[in-house]
């Protein structure tokens, strides 16, 4: 009990999440444990006494949730040390992306010679 309030309590403090953000983490964590379910019930295929063996699922979908879990954590600090601009170098060629005023997103590709 205590590990899971320090680490509930360290995750809380550590990340602010913006809503976007927090949408696409709890996705990742949705998706996850969807394939983990499904990776637990396609596993009843090979057990001898699958009408048993129905943990199977809930073991797969709880283990996708972690996988989710972890996932959306990585996404989300991906996402925190982006730069601000956006300017990818593809050698000595730039690349810029950039909003519209009508929510729109426009590419810029300046070249080099």
């Not at 637990?40 to 090979?46: C, I, N, R």
């Amino acid at each position: 009990m205590k590990l899971t309030s320090f680490l509930v309590f360290t995750l809380l403090l550590s990340q602010a999440a913006f809503s976007q953000d927090l949408k696409q983490f709890l996705k990742s964590c949705g998706y996850g444990t969807l394939a983990g379910a499904g990776l637990g019930l396609t596993s009843l295929v090979f057990e001898k006494k699958p009408n048993e063996s129905y943990g199977n699922i809930t073991r797969g979908a709880s283990l996708g949730l972690y996988g989710g879990i972890a996932y959306g954590l990585f996404t989300m600090n991906q996402a925190a040390n982006k730069p601000a601009n956006d300017i990818v170098d593809v050698e000595r060629n730039k690349f810029f992306v950039y909003p519209t005023v009508d929510g729109k997103i426009e590419t810029l590709y300046v070249f080099q010679f």
